[in-house]
C-alpha cells in the first residue's frame, strides 16, 4: 500500500495474532542513515515482534533487488525454521515481484557497450532510434511506447548484447515459490485520510530531527545516483538547508510529494 497507510502497525497485529515475523520490503527502509525520514518502525514494536532487514545497510554503498532478494529468501527460511510465518511489509513494487514472480538474469552488459548504446540514440534521436530497435527485436513493439527513451535504450542493448529480447528474458523468469505460498493485503484507504496521515506524518518525521538526519546525509556525499538521494524528504530538506524554501514551504513539498 501507499506510505502512510498504516502497513507497519497492522503487520505488528498480525504477526501477534499468526505467530509471524516482519521482512521488510521497502528500498528506503534498508538505510541505516535514514530511520526518521522513512519511518522505520518504532522500537516498541521491534521489541514486541522480530523484524529484519531494516536499517542494516550503509547509504555509502549501493544496494539492489537482487541483493534483498537473496537475503529475504534466507529469512524465509530462518522463520519458518522456527515454525513461524513471514510477513512481508513494505511500499516497493518491485521487491514484491521479484519474490512472488522471480528476478530476470540478464547478464551483465559491459559500461563501454551501454555507452554506445545511448550515445547512439542521442545521436540519432528517439524516433529513429525506436524504429532500429524494432528492426532489431520486432516483440518491443508490443511492449514499449515509442516515446519511452529509458526502456528503448534498456531493450536494445539487451537485445544486441545477449542476442535474446528482454520479452524472452521474462519468459524465462520464475519464481521458486508458488502462487499459493502468498497471502496478499493492499491497503486502499480513501485519498483524504491519507492525505492527512501524511501531513501528520511530516510532522512528526520534521519534530523528530529529520532536518538532521538530512544534514548528515548530505555530509555522506552520497551520488546523485544513489536510490537513497530518492527517500522523500531528502532533496526538500536540502532545498530547505540552502535557505530555498522555508520551513511551511518545505512541509508543502513533504507532503504533496
Not at 84 to 101: D, H, M, S
Not at 196 to 205: S, V, Y
Amino acid at each position: 500500500g501507499p506510505t502512510a497507510s498504516g502497513k507497519s502497525n497492522f503487520a505488528v497485529k498480525v504477526a501477534k495474532k499468526i505467530n509471524g515475523e516482519i521482512i521488510n520490503a521497502d528500498s528506503m527502509q534498508v538505510y541505516k542513515e535514514l530511520d526518521i525520514l522513512t519511518a522505520r518502525p518504532q522500537k516498541k514494536n521491534c521489541s514486541l515482534i522480530p523484524h529484519h532487514l531494516y536499517g542494516f545497510h550503509s547509504v555509502k554503498k549501493k544496494f539492489s533487488t537482487g541483493k534483498w532478494l537473496k537475503l529475504a529468501k534466507q529469512k524465509i527460511k530462518d522463520i519458518k525454521n522456527k515454525k513461524k510465518i513471514p510477513i512481508f511489509v513494505g511500499g516497493t513494487g518491485l521487491y514484491f515481484k521479484a519474490l512472488t514472480e522471480g528476478l530476470v538474469k540478464i547478464p551483465n552488459i559491459p559500461i563501454k557497450f551501454r555507452s554506445n548504446v545511448r550515445t547512439l540514440q542521442k545521436k540519432i534521436g528517439q524516433k529513429k532510434f525506436y524504429q532500429k530497435l524494432v528492426n532489431l527485436d520486432p516483440s518491443s513493439k508490443r511492449t514499449i511506447n515509442s516515446s519511452d527513451i529509458q526502456r528503448s535504450i534498456r531493450a536494445y542493448e539487451v537485445k544486441a548484447y545477449t542476442k535474446k529480447s528482454l520479452n524472452e528474458w521474462f519468459k524465462e523468469t520464475k519464481s521458486e515459490y508458488k502462487k499459493k505460498d502468498f497471502y496478499k493485503i493492499y491497503f486502499d484507504i480513501p485519498r483524504i485520510e491519507l492525505i492527512k496521515n501524511i501531513n501528520e506524518r511530516t510532522k512528526k518525521m520534521l519534530n523528530k530531527g529529520a532536518i538532521l538526519e538530512v544534514k548528515k546525509f548530505l555530509r555522506l556525499s552520497v551520488g546523485n545516483d544513489h536510490s537513497a538521494r530518492k527517500a522523500i524528504g531528502v532533496s526538500e530538506i536540502g532545498d530547505f538547508l540552502e535557505e530555498k524554501y522555508d520551513l511551511n514551504e518545505t512541509f508543502q513539498k513533504i507532503s504533496i510529494k
